[in-house]
């Protein structure tokens, strides 16, 4: 009964998400849920009979079919990548992530959030960079202090908790355009997040993050940023759980193929 049960409850929160915001939005930005982790559980024996369960129920309550990609293995592998010069600066040789699913969820949200709010307000941004490995990290802290003061494991890039945007304008990438900076500051700093356009040593105004108020040293041993909507994040856990299980498949990777060239 239990077995039965499961996929049912499963179904409901499928259908209240493909009702929400989100289910409306491009499948980039579906949020990782309990559904997703509680897959992992769901024995492939059953899955046929599961999913016939599933149509039932559907039809009962006349709602559409989700469509929601699931892959707890190998979703990193699909994760987005820019390549140097992309957006006109010398970010170094190895690749940056750009994939917004590849950030804490509740940060990954307020960023979409920064996305449509200054979209509606006229402005293009680009994601420059999100998750950043260790490896990236060390290589930024080489190439010198206009890049970054933080070395390996100091940067909230490496806990999926910063993020670097840039407006796009006719194609080009405007780094230099202090009102337009400004302007997209403010918004991220409506949506309680700390905007680098505030520091001045390096003044790094794409750059966007946030901790819930916890420190690096913390986030450094595993602590998570408190969230105030827990509800809507009722699987925060297993979802960082997820997320650095996908970070460390994709550093190993990157350092192995590394060593290959
Ligand atoms: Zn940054």
């Not at 009962?60 to 989700?66: I, L, N, S």
């Not at 402005?123 to 390996?152: D, F, N």
């Not at 750059?207 to 940023?225: A, D, M, Q, V, Y």
């Not at 408190?226 to 960082?240: A, G, L, R």
């Amino acid at each position: 009964m239990r077995i039965v049960l499961k996929p049912i409850f499963l179904l409901f929160s499928a259908l209240t998400l493909s009702l929400s915001t989100y289910g409306q939005m491009d499948r980039l930005f579906a949020p990782f849920d309990c559904r997703r982790h509680a897959e992992l559980d769901i024995e492939k024996t059953v899955t046929d009979t599961l999913s016939q369960v599933s149509i039932q129920a559907l039809q009962v309550v006349e709602a559409p079919t989700p469509i929601i990609e699931i892959d707890t293995v190998d979703a990193w592998k699909k994760w987005k990548t820019v390549e140097n010069f992309t957006y006109g600066k010398d970010r170094g040789t190895m690749p940056m992530i750009v994939e917004l699913n590849a950030l804490h969820p509740y940060f990954r949200d307020r960023i979409v959030d920064l996305i449509n709010t200054c979209e509606a307000q006229g402005i293009h941004l680009a994601i420059v960079e999100s998750y950043r490995t260790h490896a990236k990290q060390h290589e930024y802290k080489s190439m010198g202090k206009k890049y970054t003061r933080s070395g390996a494991g100091k940067s909230k890039h490496q806990y999926g908790l910063a993020v670097d945007v840039v407006p796009i304008v006719d194609s080009i990438a405007m780094w230099d355009d202090k009102n337009l900076w400004k302007r997209i500051g403010i918004v991220g700093e409506h949506l309680g997040l700390r905007w680098g356009g505030r520091w001045r040593t390096p003044y790094d105004p794409g750059h966007f993050e946030w901790t819930g108020g916890i420190s690096t040293s913390e986030l450094s041993i595993g602590k998570l940023p408190p969230i105030v909507s827990k509800d809507s994040y009722p699987c925060i856990e297993e979802d960082v759980r997820l997320l650095r299980k996908y970070w460390k498949e994709w550093e190993d990777e990157v350092q192995k193929s590394y060593a290959r060239n």
